[in-house]
């Protein structure tokens, strides 16, 4: 699922397999801290989906993973300003919600904007009998009925945008791909860029890696030469979603390949690490 149609004999020796055939990944939120706001970018795939889910997909983590993490960071989830959602799969948004003493899912970042794509929205609501399991409606949706009934929402549209302005001008922006999910929405400001499922990790950087789970995958080697191609233009960081190995890397064009990785950041083995801009 994660490598597509590339062998396994190739894949293997750099994302080994276990028994059952499944890779170690990452679920990797960013963190944004300015003068005046605390922004997170995706939200894992939550703590409530049950023993027999955990154990298919061999959930590993504590109750609550994200507000541990923010608390580590000596923060509270009532701090954050805004929540930004790529996109609506299951892995991506879970961590949107809680379940309560009353065993309903309620939001955790209940002070928060929700910035969201509409067109992604509206995709997540009509998905093809193919990719309707990543997308947990009845999970999410009542979350986001909270922020729409707290005036919360923010609606972006188009194929690229600001998200926000922050502090003196700042500008946090986005640009949409269409291969793994319509309307998957990668931010980026003029350090780092999150590319989600576009290239969920180091090795997918190979234009012809894509994965098993997008729904178009020739639309993605295209958005990814168009992507690694502005990345290079804008010397960008390239943060992996789910890399386990590396949280992010340059790179650069390469004669034979396409693109390269270029300085490889390794993940660090805490459940938050700091990068300094």
Known sequence: A???????????????????????????????????????????????????FDSRFDVRGEKNPLAKAIEAMGRKVSDVTDLIISHLHFDHVGGIGIRNNKDELEAVFKNANLHLHRDHWAYAHTPTERDSGSFHTQDFDPI?????????????EGESGTILTYDDGQELNFKCSHGHTPFLMHPYDNKFIYLADLIPTSNHVHIPWVMGYDISPGVTTKDKREFLDFIIEKDLTIIYEHDPKFWGSKVVTDIKTGFAVSHPNETAKSTTQRLEL
């Open 144 to 156: 986001v009925d909270f922020y729409r009934t707290e005036n919360k929402i923010v609606w972006h």
């Open 2 to 52: 994660m490598y597509g149609i590339i062998p396994k004999p190739l894949w293997n020796k750099v994302h080994e397999a276990d028994e059952s055939n499944r890779v170690d990944m990452a679920l990797r939120v960013l963190a944004i801290e300015t003068k005046t706001r605390f922004i997170i970018i995706d939200t894992g795939i939550g703590d409530y989906h049950g023993d027999k």
